[in-house]
């Protein structure tokens, strides 16, 4: 029993696990960050494109006789 308790105490493979586990955890975090910050910047370029497309087309546009 002896034996068992110091080869546990010396292992440190679950030591590994741990932090590859909050590597990975790290890692979500700083990816749900950049998709959050881009996905804003990308939404108001969108509006922005569309408010310039209406705008050329109403001033495209003739009016009917």
Do not use: S
Request: hydrophobic share 50%.
């Amino acid at each position: 029993m002896l034996n068992v308790i110091k080869r546990f105490v010396r292992e440190e493979e679950g030591a590994t696990m741990v932090e590859y586990g909050l590597m990975v955890a790290l890692i979500a975090v700083v990816c749900i960050l950049v998709v959050a910050a881009l996905g804003q910047q990308l939404g108001a370029t969108f509006n922005k494109v569309q408010g310039e497309v209406k705008k050329a087309n109403t001033a495209t546009q003739v009016p009917a006789t």
